[in-house]
């Protein structure tokens, strides 16, 4: 006599759940850490006042001899203020 369909459904379901359960358990120990959010809006903030200061300069400053790189520095501060951003939950 062929199998039911319907209990190998259901036999399927009952070996999914439990590990969704702990995958559920595992999720709301998880927090990020303190020091991650303060680290991360600083470096968003001093990126921006970086490429601010160059701008207001005439492209002189923050640091005279490099440049348009002044640029890339800033938006390497912002960068890695991006990257903090996809740990922090």
Known sequence: MPKS???DKVKKKQKIAPVIEQMAA????LESPS???PVMVANFIFGLIWIVIFYISGTNYPIPGIG???MLV?????????SLATRWY
């Open 5 to 7: 369909k319907v209990r």
């Open 26 to 29: 595992e999720d709301d120990k």
């Open 35 to 37: 020091w991650l959010a």
């Open 68 to 70: 348009a790189w002044n």
């Open 74 to 82: 800033g938006f390497g501060f912002v960068g890695i203020g991006f």
